[in-house]
Nanobody, 124 residues
């Protein structure tokens, strides 16, 4: 397993930007596909973005396409989520996840390691 620690959440206004970070330790980060998921109050956890081992392939939920960017720095064992033009519907707890395989997927059941989450609150 890999240990994941998210950071960078906070309270912002609509239209603002935030960058989330997820630092990984444990098994080889560079061979792990990574994903970001979020859970809004009273809702199921949902896929946000994912990236393959090299960073060459990325995937996004339709709701965040064009506003969010996932990236990774394998030298720093860190994956990022740059969030621009934030809206109140982006509010939730954001989780970083890792999977043993190199290719990414939008299916949260395919990820075997999860961080503790970081709260993002967007006020209108």
């Amino acid at each position: 397993q890999v240990v994941l620690v998210e950071s960078g959440g906070g309270l912002v206004q609509a239209g603002d930007s935030l960058r989330l970070s997820c630092a990984a330790s444990g098994r080889t980060f560079s061979s792990s596909a990574m994903g970001w998921f979020r859970q809004a109050p009273g809702k199921e956890r949902e896929f946000v973005a994912a990236i393959n081992w090299s960073g060459a392939l990325t995937y996004y939920a339709d709701s965040v396409k064009g506003r969010f960017t996932i990236s990774r720095d394998n030298a720093k064992n860190t994956v990022y989520l740059q969030m621009n033009s934030l809206a109140p519907e982006d509010t939730g707890v954001y989780y970083c996840a890792a999977r043993r395989l190199t290719y990414a997927t939008t299916d949260q059941n395919a990820y075997d390691s999860w961080g503790q989450g970081t709260q993002v609150t967007v006020s209108s």
